[in-house]
């Protein structure tokens, strides 16, 4: 099976606006991922959580069916931490728990009164399988864009791997795969395909505001104060968290690039990959999310270290 251009098929269907779902129970036929699979390895790594949150939220937001759902239902704009909280907790909890199908389950039904109207008239709903497995997409493009540049490069039968395991998370929710790549070559054209969709949308600006405009002054600290702390951590985020955004989404959120400050980011990446071996030596639970490292020493075994065949790592 060949999946349609992403352009195509998100246009003839995304428009229906309802929910496609595969039923209340089919999805737990899925095997959770557990630690041999590369997502346990890399989608806790706090390199990839802190350093691919923002590539992970502004593409997603750039399409502008997502983003009106974002405005219509969220409170993103007076509690943009809790928000973020609120959505990266549970999708955590599908990769890195006991029960990861019964957390599939609630991710998916958290999504089910998500629905309304776009500025054209047009209608959209969150679990509409184009709109939902595209929020998904940004999700496996994180692991693998994360770890290829923050942490080792990637084979190409690795990302290969991340996107067929990536197959087994989507099926955890129980939500329609029709939009689904069937391999990640076809994942790549699909993913390009989406970028020349983006679009400038105010949900999408505000979440990269910081970067254009500044980290926001602390309330408790005084001006005097903050500006020693700011100067570096907004060169930080001007630099790298803003590189790792696709050229069509530093379009749409208004941040202007150029080959000298893609150059300094390439930098930037090359000396955090050059970190790697220290990094790696830390405890779990300075490496990890803490509901990623929690699972992890459950499972007692170390996704960072190959396992040894007849015995422990």
């Excluded at 957390?103 to 998916?108: D, E, L, T």
């Excluded at 993913?191 to 602390?218: F, S």
């Excluded at 600290?221 to 955004?245: E, H």
Aim: hydrophobic share 40%; with cysteine; net charge positive.
């Amino acid at each position: 099976m060949t999946c349609p251009r992403a352009s195509s098929a998100f246009d003839d269907f995304t428009g229906e606006a309802r929910a496609l779902t595969v039923g209340d129970d089919s999805h737990r036929a899925t095997p959770p991922l557990g630690p041999d699979s590369l997502i346990w390895r890399y989608y806790g790594d706090l390199r990839v959580q802190l350093l691919g949150f923002q590539r992970l939220a502004s593409t997603e937001n750039s399409i502008a069916q997502l983003a009106q759902a974002v405005d219509d239902h969220s409170v993103i704009f007076g509690d943009f931490v809790g928000r973020a909280r609120r959505t990266a907790i549970p999708v955590l909890h599908t990769v890195y728990s006991s029960d990861p199908h019964t957390w599939g389950q609630k991710v998916r039904d958290f999504h089910r009164p998500i629905k309304g109207q776009m500025p054209d008239g047009s209608r959209y709903h969150a679990l509409n399988p184009e709109l939902f497995y595209w929020a998904h997409a940004t999700f496996i493009d994180q692991v693998i864009y994360g770890a290829d540049t923050f942490i080792r490069p990637l084979s190409y039968a690795e990302k290969q791997q991340i996107f067929e395991e990536g197959k087994a998370w989507y099926r955890l929710y129980g939500v329609s795969a029709r939009n689904q790549p069937e391999t990640y070559d076809e994942f790549v054209e699909y993913w390009d395909d989406m970028l020349d969709r983006m679009a400038p949308n105010r949900v999408v600006r505000y979440g990269a505001g910081y970067i254009r405009k500044g980290v926001p002054r602390p309330g408790p600290i005084p001006a005097w104060l903050w500006w020693p702390i700011a100067t570096p951590i907004n060169a930080f985020t001007r630099t790298v968290l803003a590189g790792t955004l696709p050229a069509q989404v530093k379009t749409a959120v208004g941040i202007e690039w150029s080959a000298s400050r893609e150059r300094r980011f390439l930098r930037a990446a090359r000396v955090i990959r050059a970190l790697a071996p220290i990094f790696d030596r830390l405890p779990i639970g300075l490496a990890y999310l803490p509901w990623a490292a929690k699972e992890i020493k459950r499972s007692g075994h170390d996704p960072r270290r190959p396992r040894v065949i007849g015995g422990a790592a």
